[in-house]
């Protein structure tokens, strides 16, 4: 890890939580040269498909489609708490990291795990900035913390980027986790593997994509006042236009 840290790291409960919702962010901040990375909390190791193995190998495949660096920690899928020896490691992470943005579930998702991992890492990212915080490494607090809108968003997104220049290649990175989002008769059906799971990330991006006349967008939401760590991420990632 370079000095100066990461521009973007996204959490995420389970391998491919990433890639649902920002995958097209992760590729574009990576072909503008930005530093991006994944943690997931989980190996995914309930889910209904694949093995954590399989989902391990998917998910390494996934970030090297993106470009971005990925690291897995090993909590219990479904089971992990929210107790300090959980907030204490990803408090390490991040102050291993060093995220100038910090991306996190959407606080609402209907998956009890994303809500977790969403608390956990707000209350991560505050406490990993108190100097005298007792875990591993330096302080450090990201600048601007912001989450994805689940698969059905209350609300407008609070920015709304403009990813079409990478979308076949987040595209590529979603399917890369063949156990999970592919329709298989052998395997039980899951919510997940159907394919308007599939559309419905197509139909998201496309509708934010239309209220700023691009053909695909992924959006983020925040507090408010946007931070300018936000904005300028945003305007990095889309230079020609600045944030929109
Ligand atoms: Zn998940």
């Not at 190998?57 to 020896?85: K, V």
């Amino acid at each position: 890890m370079s000095q100066n840290g990461l521009d973007l790291l996204v959490l995420g409960a389970h391998p491919d939580d990433a890639e649902v919702h920002v995958g097209g962010l992760l590729a574009l901040a990576a072909r503008r040269g930005l530093r991006g990375a994944i943690l997931d909390l989980t190996r995914g190791d309930l889910g209904t498909r694949g093995t954590p193995d399989t989902r391990r190998a998917e998910a390494l495949e996934a970030a090297r489609i993106l470009g971005s660096q990925r690291i897995i920690l090993e909590l219990p899928d479904a089971r992990f708490g929210e107790g300090n020896p959980e907030r204490d490691a990803l408090i390490q992470q991040l102050r291993l990291l060093r995220p100038r943005v910090l991306i996190l579930p959407h606080p609402e998702d209907n998956h009890p795990d994303h809500r977790r991992a969403f608390r956990l890492g707000r209350e991560a990212a505050y406490y990993a900035g108190l100097k005298n915080y007792p875990a591993a490494g330096e302080g450090w607090r990201p600048e601007a913390v912001a989450w994805v809108g689940g698969v059905n968003p209350p609300a407008p997104p609070d920015l709304v980027i403009d990813v079409s220049e990478v979308w076949e290649t987040r595209m590529a990175a979603f399917d890369a986790f063949g156990s999970q989002f592919t329709e298989n008769p052998d395997l039980p059906p899951t919510r997940i593997a159907h394919p308007s799971f599939r559309r419905g990330i197509e139909g998201r991006a496309m509708h934010w994509a239309s209220l700023i006349m691009a053909q695909w967008a992924e959006g983020l939401w925040c507090e408010k006042p946007i931070a300018p760590a936000l904005l300028r991420l945003v305007a990095r990632l889309n230079p020609g236009d600045g944030p929109r």
